[in-house]
């Protein structure tokens, strides 16, 4: 498929207004984002969950610029239709607007991304506000946004109670207003995003925030059980590719083990009078010429002492 066939920020707003639910999941790296395309998703996003998923930390908080960038960068040679929403690390926005627009430049020019995401509402709408009029897409993400993680105090849930859900409510607007193409919301009650919906014009895409939401997001890793046994339970797991992975590689391991690997139609054959010249030919300087050369000092085989 062409490149001007690859999904459009208008893309996804229109299937907002033509009642179309948005399927969003992450993807790390060139493979996967293979797959995801393949599978007919419009819309990946490297999230930086990669952290967590891929690199081992207990949090999204380690993640830098350039882990973001060289994944971001795989992910876009894996895609051609889909578009690319590069998720941008803790303190690559948080420290001003001019920072956060020089940043966002960074995931489009060297990543090949086509839209960038940054976590907050009020507080940011500043920035989203100066990266979309430099020409940059952005997607919002409020509700529990995990690189506040420490200040939220866990992994909870937002806006159950009044003052929380018109903190949520007020920071979905405010992105809105600031030229977001559509808002990850991200652990807030059904009630609430199925409210901030009806509200925005721009998408709401949900990662525990109920069925109300206008598309869904979800992590590679959690929906086909790659990660651990810890299932989110906003999470339904479509398979366990963990435990697949696990088998075969046993079975490889047993295979070499008892030397049922490689056989014959995994190996090489060679010229059969090149063979049989190696196998009649005992000494070197019986060799022909052009065969018969010396190693150099530092490859010769040290003479061992016979037992
Ligand atoms: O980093 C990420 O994967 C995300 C999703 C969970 C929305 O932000």
Redesign the pocket.
């Known amino acids: 498929m062409g490149k001007s066939c690859r999904v459009t920020t208008s893309g996804i707003k229109a299937m907002k207004r033509h009642g179309e639910k948005i399927v969003m999941l ?1 993807a790390y790296d060139y493979p996967t984002a293979r797959l995801v395309e393949e599978a007919g998703v419009p819309v990946i ?1 490297v ?4 952290g967590m998923v891929v690199l081992g930390y207990d949090t ?1 908080l380690p993640v830098t610029m350039e882990d973001m960038l060289h994944h971001v960068k795989a992910v876009c040679r894996g895609t051609e239709k889909t578009l690319v929403v590069a ?1 941008m690390p803790f303190m690559s926005y948080q420290a001003g607007p001019e920072e956060a627009l020089r940043n966002a430049g960074r995931f489009l020019q060297e990543g090949g991304a086509q839209a960038v ?1 940054l976590e907050g509402g009020v507080v940011v709408a500043e920035s989203v506000r100066k990266i979309v009029d430099a020409g940059i897409p952005v997607m919002g ?1 409020i509700g529990l946004t ?1 690189q506040s993680v420490h200040q939220f105090g866990g992994w909870k849930v937002q806006g159950k109670k009044p003052q929380g859900a018109v903190r949520v409510m007020n920071d979905a607007l405010a992105l809105e207003q600031a030229g977001a193409f559509s808002v ?1 919301l ?1 652990l807030v009650p059904t009630a609430l995003s199925s409210l901030i919906s009806k509200r925005l014009r721009v998408p709401t895409i949900g ?1 525990g925030a109920g069925a109300g939401c206008d598309g869904q ?1 979800q ?1 590679f890793h959690d929906l086909l059980g790659l990660y651990g046994d810890f299932v989110p339970k906003h999470t339904r797991q479509y398979a366990k590719i963990g435990d697949a992975i696990k088998t075969a590689i046993a079975e490889y391991a047993d295979d070499v083990r008892e030397g049922r690997f490689p056989t014959e139609e995994q190996s090489f054959s060679m010229d059969e009078n090149a063979l049989a010249e190696l196998l009649t030919t005992d000494d070197d300087e019986d060799l022909p010429a052009d065969r018969n050369f010396e190693l150099p000092d530092y490859l010769s085989l040290p003479v061992l002492p016979p037992r």
């Open positions: 992450t996003l999230g930086d969950t990669l999204t998720d995401k993400h995990p990850v991200e990662i997001v992590v």
